[in-house]
């Protein structure tokens, strides 16, 4: 019961960190399910079988608000499921001894890059809906990271996202949407890979279950956090945590000394509230950028009493006599600052 409730804060952290940055859900759950003592083919195909709900709820969440583009979905989606395939395959054939440092150390890049990407340089993307990327970049970009989200436990979001995002060539809804969207058909893969090379004895469906329950309990809390907590103070803070959880599965495998231990967290330690600092700093300045924005258009319109108003239209007594319509005639919008005259002709 004990390994049940902590197996489901694991899905509900995981959750609130995918639901509030769009990734993150397999990285995070699965650094703590080998932190743990899962195995790594063990934990990944865990994840992988409770993404297959929460990514399909999220994707038809995303579709119905508006905030995919079909054709980008379909060409990340299905070279997303080749690589996701292969990569389970190798992992399943790799020994636990093997597999651990491999996943680890893979799991310490990406956390590095989410460290540095959302504290020095929070990516930003332009107001286009479609995005313009074609195969040259979808499909390599798809293949890889399926294989690194299916070798790592996780990391479809961290590579495939930022990618687009760094390019800034589309909505960020859109590419948070897509890849949600796309990210069900390389869960599906990654799954199907795991059970082919692994069968369904070594695959726990209560870790399964427990992941899952707890994914959607998580969902609507990381709605309203995304609503209230910056996106580069909160990727800081999950990329930290994604390299302290997994420093210390490296530290296990290499059976280093407690100082060792002690010197190395340290130094992490230092360099992740540095960090933290910068994204709250540049979190505040855009706050206050924007803010200073809204005051000043808000001047703008209040000290020009005419804008938005078009001149009223008169009714010239001749038109009355001769039997012409009462009441305003259409009048054309003219320039706030000009005034305009209408000359009404009698009928």
Known sequence: ???????????????????????????????????????????????????????????????????????????????????????????????????????????????????????????????????????????????????????GGGGWGPVVTTTLLTGGRTAPRTVVGSVGASEFLVTVAASAGFLTGLGTAGISLGIVLTLLAGGLVAAPISAWLVSRLPGAVLGTAVGGLILATNLRVLLSWAETSARTGVVLYGVLGVIWAAFLALAVRKARAAATEIREETEQVLEEVRSDPQHGHAPEAAVSDESLAAGGPVGPRPVEPAHPRKRSVLVVEPV
Do not use: C
């Open 1 to 151: 019961m004990r390994k049940l409730v902590l197996l489901a804060l694991v899905g509900l952290a995981a959750q609130l960190v995918d639901g509030s940055l769009g990734m993150g859900y397999g990285m995070t759950s699965s650094s703590l399910l080998l932190l743990a003592g899962l195995s790594p083919a063990l934990a990944s195909a865990s994840v992988h079988l409770a993404e297959i709900g929460t990514t399909l709820a999220s994707g038809a969440s995303h579709w119905k608000l508006g905030n995919t583009d079909p054709r980008l979905v379909v060409r990340l989606g299905l070279p997303g499921a080749v690589g996701a395939f292969g990569g389970a395959t190798v992992l399943s054939h790799l020994s636990t001894r093997a597999a651990t440092p491999v996943t680890a150390s893979l799991l310490i890049l990406l956390g590095t890059y989410v460290l540095g990407r959302f504290a020095l340089r929070p990516p930003r993307g332009s107001g286009s809906r479609r995005s313009p990327h074609g195969r040259r970049l979808l499909v390599p970009l798809g293949m890889v990271g399926g294989f690194v989200d299916a070798t």
